[in-house]
């Protein structure tokens, strides 16, 4: 059967990304100074990520998809001093201490002794948290495997596109414009907004989660 009323329209990749991009900031404007625990932190850590998931999976069908060269046992953008939200620290501990093994728990608490100058949870060739993965790790992607071997993990020498980016490339932009937001509404609360390196942060966590 017909229906006389036409498919609604789809957002443009721009307007839909401004859309989940106020979500996230009113999100994290309630419940970041109402956190009393770190349960509420890991809490809002995880709501954002699931947020960046919905962008994620959206955006392949607002705009054109590239074919992306990475594949599981990539690990060359882990080989890097990863920057983060301390938010996404306190998750990624909380992810380690949730899902390791006792023999795990004990190699990164080894291996965090003198954070090494990589990921820490790169185990095996492998994010051992990527369901947890901080929010700038999601951004990393590559079309071309050989550059990113030389450490161009996506087309940072295109800037921004606008409309007409393919889906990889939004996302990247969305994630890297959300870090910063998230970054002024930490300075408007007056708490610190300055991102801190993961294994640094890690290894603090590790000796005192009550930080």
């Not at 770190?38 to 054109?64: F, G, T, W, Y």
């Not at 060359?76 to 899902?99: D, G, K």
């Amino acid at each position: 059967m017909s229906s006389d009323h036409p498919a609604p329209e789809q957002p443009s990749p721009l307007a839909y990304m401004r859309q989940k991009m106020n979500q996230a900031d009113a999100m994290f404007r309630h419940d970041r100074p109402a956190a009393g625990s770190r349960a509420d932190l890991v809490l809002l850590a995880r709501r954002i990520l699931s947020l960046c998931d919905e962008v994620a999976d959206a955006l392949p069908h607002l705009s054109p998809v590239a074919p992306l060269a990475c594949a599981r046992g990539c690990d060359t953008c882990c080989h890097s001093l990863v920057q983060v939200n301390p938010l996404f620290a306190a998750l990624a501990v909380h992810e380690a201490r949730q899902i390791f093994s006792p023999e795990r728990l004990h190699a990164l608490q080894e291996r965090l002794a003198s954070p090494p100058p990589f990921c820490p949870f790169l185990f095996d060739g492998s994010c051992s948290i990527y369901a947890a993965r901080p929010m700038v790790c999601r951004g990393y992607y590559s079309l071309n495997l050989d550059l990113c071997r030389q450490g161009e993990f996506c087309e940072k020498s295109l800037g921004y596109q606008g409309e007409h980016a393919h889906a990889h490339h939004q996302f990247m932009i969305f994630l890297f414009a959300l870090e910063k937001r998230l970054e002024a509404i930490e300075a408007e609360l007056g708490l610190s907004s300055e991102p801190v390196f993961l294994n640094m942060a890690a290894r603090a966590l590790m000796d005192e989660p009550a930080l």
